[in-house]
């Protein structure tokens, strides 16, 4: 039942309300648009059209895409705008396996998400580096679980122009008209990532929400439980909690789960262990397939003659006239990728800073006292890199196939609201790391046999796992045997409950996965409305 004039919610010592109590901020008529869950009592029923669980891109990008539709959207963030660190205490869990850096500090609460997180220098704030999925990545390549997406990249490519919008990037599909590094014929390709600000999500996304009508953000607020139907394909109940010890639940016609794919994935155990007859208890790959972005630093390139830095240029940081942020990166072709048994990767390309052993290094940083020369993005601005650098280094970002080993457990230990904790199970593979080496040698003969200069290398180096880039764990999947979600992203068996984020993910690629979690979340919300 939709309720038109505001989030209809119920007090078990007063009865029935419209709006909310103790609002923080109210619409022009009044209207409550948004709640602290600490300000609710213990039995309170909140009804709602639609939920949403969790306010990170994907949440957000969801309850943006559904403004002013007639039916009212409930979107429950764990966190706040402020920081407290009994919040992100939440986060804390256990890591079996290899290394990896603990649960707590790899995510964040509160409207936004992991945004907080980012850690690239974008004009002055922190950003992220944004690109789509290759073709590779959504084709099938067989092994366990078979198939790849269930629909190829050409399907998503309207989503991603709509994407750009929503993450305040330029034009889909934009390379700035240059080229980079003589590559073609040796199986490598240039292309670009675009880079977006934190606070198109931080700011500006979240005000729309605020502004809209129909679109109720609950801080505060940590969903804890899914309650089904007796048939158990449909649910009826979320059950919720605030760090306060208030207790209380959301009714909705339609549940999406927009938590992260750790927070994602412990909601949909913790569930099942409460109620098996849950539809998708049956589903063995829900927690599997954990996949991450480790990221190779090992190979450094020696250009072999001064013009080469003009074009790699390419690869910098730059602005382009519509104001968008763009910069170069270096992949295969998916013939390269497929000969080779290689995973999806990108290769950045950062600048070493030349020893001071010539006359005209030390003139060149001389006449800069007040900084040395950037070893990061911008390093093209500085007068004759070529006098300043005398290598770059090659961070190669890392593709990982879904392994059913690398996954989701509930753990014994429990949090401030008694949920199980989680525990991830993550281990870099033999094989893996024998891809890695043929990445390397690989990419050392590609630039060899276009007289690109040298490429060392460190044999047996492992990667670093820790881009943070979570994804699996309720991938999606035409066959429920192979996944957790059906291609509409609604979980397998279930009438009204859906995933929004990277754990729909059946491969991940190599980036940053929140474009295409903004271009999957703009997708859903397309379907919802038909609902």
Request: net charge positive.
């Amino acid at each position: 039942m939709a309720f038109r004039h505001g989030l209809r919610w119920y007090d078990h010592r007063d009865g029935l309300h419209q709006g909310a109590p103790a609002p923080r901020r109210a619409a022009g008529d009044g209207r409550t648009v948004e709640l602290s869950a600490r300000s609710l009592s213990a039995g309170t029923l909140l009804d709602a059209d639609i939920c949403i669980i969790g306010a990170g891109p994907a949440g957000l990008t969801l309850a943006r895409e559904l403004v002013g539709i007639p039916l009212e959207v409930l979107v429950l963030e764990s966190g706040d705008a402020g920081t407290d660190s009994r919040v992100d205490d939440l986060n804390i869990g256990t890591v079996r396996g290899d290394r990896y850096e603990d649960l707590r500090s790899t995510r964040h609460r509160g409207p936004g998400g992991t945004v907080h997180l980012w850690n690239t220098p974008i004009a002055g704030e922190q950003g992220a580096k944004f690109a789509p999925l290759d073709p590779f990545d959504f084709a099938s390549r067989g092994g366990d679980p078979p198939g790849g997406w269930p629909f190829d990249r050409d399907h998503l490519v309207p989503f991603y122009h709509r994407a750009h919008q929503v993450c305040g990037l330029g034009r889909f599909g934009s390379d700035g008209g240059r080229s980079g590094l003589p590559l073609a014929g040796h199986g490598l390709v240039s292309s670009v990532y675009h880079f977006g600000r934190a606070s198109t999500f931080l700011r500006r996304n979240v005000d729309a929400l605020r502004s809209a009508d129909n679109i109720t953000l609950c801080s505060g607020a940590t969903a804890c439980l899914l309650v089904t139907d007796g048939t158990g394909r449909r649910v009826v109940r979320a059950r919720a909690a605030a760090l306060s010890g208030a207790t209380f639940a959301i009714s909705a016609r339609i549940f999406v789960l927009a938590a992260g794919t750790i927070e994602t994935t412990r909601l949909l155990l913790a569930s099942v262990a409460a109620d098996p007859a849950a539809a998708w208890s049956g589903l063995d790959w829900l927690g599997r397939g954990f996949m991450e972005h480790p990221r190779d630093y090992t190979l450094t390139w020696t250009p072999a003659r001064p013009a080469l830095f003009d074009d790699a240029t390419f690869y910098d940081a730059r602005a382009q006239q519509d104001g968008a942020i763009i910069g170069g990166r270096i992949g295969a072709t998916s013939e390269i990728l497929r000969a080779h048994g290689l995973p999806d990767f990108g290769v950045t390309l950062l600048p070493r800073r030349a020893h001071a052993s010539s006359t005209r290094t030390i003139r060149t940083i001389l006449a800069r006292p007040r900084a040395g020369p950037p070893a990061g993005y911008g390093w093209s601005r500085v007068e004759r890199p070529d006098n300043v650098y005398d290598a770059f280094r090659l961070v190669v970002n890392l593709g990982q196939r879904p392994d059913a080993a690398n996954r989701i457990e509930l753990g014994g230990a429990k949090d401030a609201l008694g949920m199980p904790r989680s525990t991830l199970y993550w281990r870099w593979r033999d094989a893996e790391q024998a891809a890695l080496e043929r990445l390397r040698m690989m990419l050392a003969s590609a630039f060899d046999r276009a007289g690109l200069g040298r490429i060392d290398m460190q044999p047996g180096a492992r990667p670093d796992p820790n881009a943070h880039h979570h994804a699996g764990t309720t991938r999606m999947s035409s066959d429920p045997r192979h996944g957790v979600v059906d291609a509409d992203a609604r979980v397998h068996g279930t009438d009204n409950l859906f995933v929004s984020g990277a754990s729909v993910f059946p491969t991940a690629g190599f980036v940053n996965p929140t474009l295409t979690i903004v271009a999957m979340a703009i997708r859903l919300a397309d379907e919802l409305r038909k609902l």
